[in-house]
């Protein structure tokens, strides 16, 4: 039930571009997407909802497919600050507070 | 607007004591939830608690764990006689409990560090 995230680790330059899968072998009615540094508290990025949109924040952005119950987040021109862990959480049906979180991306951007 | 608070930030207990942690949800929040952290580890949820009612409790371990949320004060989560293998981060997180039809987006606190030697 689990939603699994891949890659598990990335190390990328300054500017480089990653995304970051989440899938879920249920039917999600939600995906929400959260940046934890080390030593810290998870911090929300977005939610998205089932309708396959997309959503944009800075140059961090998200889709949700929902046929293939799938979630990537899309971090471009990476900058130090992104470094952290991500972690996507999942919602089975609307009305359900209760959210899910998958196993974690390790994210390093390095100079 | 304070957000999710949590106390004590880092708690040192000896095998067999009892841990004692809190949270005080942002301003307006009526919903919490507990999730356990291990090093290097994801964020496994344990309890979800509206004010004086429990909803959800199916990630919490059968024995020596309980949580409420008082219709005054903090939610306490609370682990009885401690072993070693409790030791982790305690998060906190709270919603609005307005969504509706809709998942409520959840805002965490700084987490518990519990070490039990």
């Known amino acids: 039930q689990q939603p699994v995230q891949s890659p598990q680790a990335v190390i990328l330059r300054e500017g480089e571009d990653a995304v970051i899968n989440c899938s879920s072998s249920?039917?999600?009615?939600?995906v929400h997407w959260y940046r934890q540094k080390h030593g810290e508290a998870p911090v929300f990025l977005m939610i998205l909802l089932k309708g396959g949109e997309q959503k944009g924040h800075e140059k961090i952005s998200a889709s949700f497919n929902e046929k293939k119950q799938q979630s990537s987040l899309y971090l471009t021109a990476s900058q130090l600050s992104y470094s952290g862990t991500y972690f996507c959480?999942?919602?089975?049906?609307?009305?359900?507070?209760?959210?899910?979180f998958g196993t974690g991306t390790k994210l390093q951007v390095i100079p | 607007n304070a957000g999710v608070m949590q106390n004590p930030r880092h708690l040192v207990r000896r095998r067999g004591q009892e841990a004692r942690l809190r949270c005080s949800p942002m301003k307006g929040h009526s919903h919490v939830y507990w999730y356990r952290q291990l090093p290097e580890e994801g964020l496994k949820f344990m309890v979800y608690?509206?004010?004086?009612?429990?909803?959800?409790e199916s990630g919490m371990p059968k024995e020596r764990f309980s949580a409420e949320f008082p219709k005054e004060g903090p939610s306490i989560l609370r682990i009885q006689q401690v072993v070693r293998g409790d030791s982790a981060a305690y998060f906190c997180a709270s919603s609005p409990g307005t969504g509706g039809l809709l998942t409520d987006t959840q805002y965490f606190g700084p987490g518990t560090r519990l070490t039990v030697l």
């Open positions: 959480g999942t919602a089975l049906r609307g009305g359900y507070q209760k959210v899910t």
């Open positions: 249920k039917a999600l009615y939600s």
């Open positions: 608690l509206q004010k004086e009612n429990i909803i959800d």
